[in-house]
């Protein structure tokens, strides 16, 4: 089944804990983008990778990293979580063919909350 | 700034009546637009997209309008069921090929009622 998957669904945390969110998709696409969602804010964009080894910064890129040394796999990783940072996390993936557009898939989403 | 609109952020119909959900953008440069629906604890789902060059899309029951001399897109769905009800996120790329970037609206909850 073709599917964005993440890991973990629920996170509570404490302040300065390194944690990471882990996204893997199994259809082989190119692109890969992190968005939090927030109340009364929507969907935001925080990072996005056009392929291995090629990131860049969303909407709202503060406080977060990314890496994609594999395809399929795309993992957020906060260094020092703070309370602002309480959000649902949502991955998602899309493949990226030219002069064609792509709709995204996204994953189940994680809920983090940060203490 | 933000760059895609929508305003209502919520609207109620009974079932079997049209919804109308509205999104408005101020980026000239957007020539993608689609709209997305979200069930409670389920991540985002495409729903119906349109090009700039057009201005109408349909699929089954889900229509997407674009007015771009308005900045101005809506979604209808006729009839609505209860099953439709759900937050509904527009969003907008300026890809010219690609959509690497999606900006997306706050979305609007739409409850359809029995």
């Known amino acids: 089944e073709a599917q964005v998957t993440q890991n973990p669904r629920y996170l509570i945390t404490v302040t300065g804990k390194k944690l990471t969110v882990t996204c893997s998709q199994n259809?082989?696409?190119?692109?890969m983008s992190w968005y939090r969602q927030d109340p009364g804010l929507g969907l935001r964009q925080i990072y996005y990778?056009?392929?291995?080894?090629?990131?860049d910064k969303g909407d709202v890129p503060e406080g977060y990293k990314v890496s994609r040394k594999e395809k399929r796999n795309f993992p957020l990783i906060l260094e020092s979580p703070s309370p602002n940072q309480t959000s649902l996390y949502f991955c998602?993936?899309?493949?990226?063919?030219?002069?064609?557009?792509?709709?995204?898939?996204f994953g189940p989403g994680t809920r983090l909350t940060v203490l | 700034d933000q760059q895609v609109k929508q305003n209502s952020p919520s609207l109620s119909v009974q079932e079997g009546r049209i919804s109308i959900l509205n999104c408005d953008y101020t980026n000239s440069m957007f020539d993608y637009f689609l709209w997305y629906k979200k069930y409670p604890a389920e991540g985002p789902t495409f729903l119906i997209s349109i090009s700039s060059i057009k201005d109408k899309n349909e699929d089954g029951r889900f229509t997407v309008f674009l007015n771009k001399s308005a900045k101005h897109l809506s979604l209808h769905i006729v009839p609505s069921q209860p099953g439709d009800s759900a937050v509904y996120f527009c969003a907008a790329s300026a890809g010219g090929g690609s959509n690497y970037k999606l900006t997306f609206g706050k979305g609007t909850l739409l409850t359809v009622n029995p």
């Open positions: 259809m082989n696409h190119e692109y």
């Open positions: 998602a993936s899309s493949s990226q063919r030219w002069f064609s557009y792509n709709e995204q898939f």
């Open positions: 990778s056009m392929n291995v080894e090629v990131t």
